[in-house]
């Protein structure tokens, strides 16, 4: 069971720490035993993907910035766009919005 999950979002800060843990995945896969409405768990995996683009952009330590270095920007952006790309694929359109 899924009990508390909290998503802090903190513009222009890299994260501080690691905010999904192993039954948040699992409870984000199709057919896990924990029930989440889809609305949950999409959001919970573009959170997820969000983290994700955090920790590659500012996780370097041996820059003082945590930036990548230069050489590899360009294979990073690439594996990216293909996990953003495949992300997009699969909630496309199913994703609701109510105010």
């Not at 820059?63 to 992300?87: C, F, I, K, T, W």
């Amino acid at each position: 069971m899924l009990i508390v999950f909290s998503i802090a979002v903190a513009v222009g800060y890299p994260p501080t720490g690691s905010c999904f843990d192993w039954s948040v995945d699992r409870a984000c896969e199709i057919g896990s035993v924990h029930t989440l409405t889809d609305d949950l768990r999409y959001h919970l995996i573009i959170q997820k993907f969000c983290y994700r683009v955090s920790k590659v952009m500012s996780g370097n330590v041996a820059d003082p910035l945590g930036l990548p270095p230069d050489s590899q920007h360009p294979l990073m952006m690439r594996v990216l766009e293909h996990d953003l790309n495949a992300l997009e694929a699969e909630i496309f359109g199913k994703l609701s919005c109510k105010i």
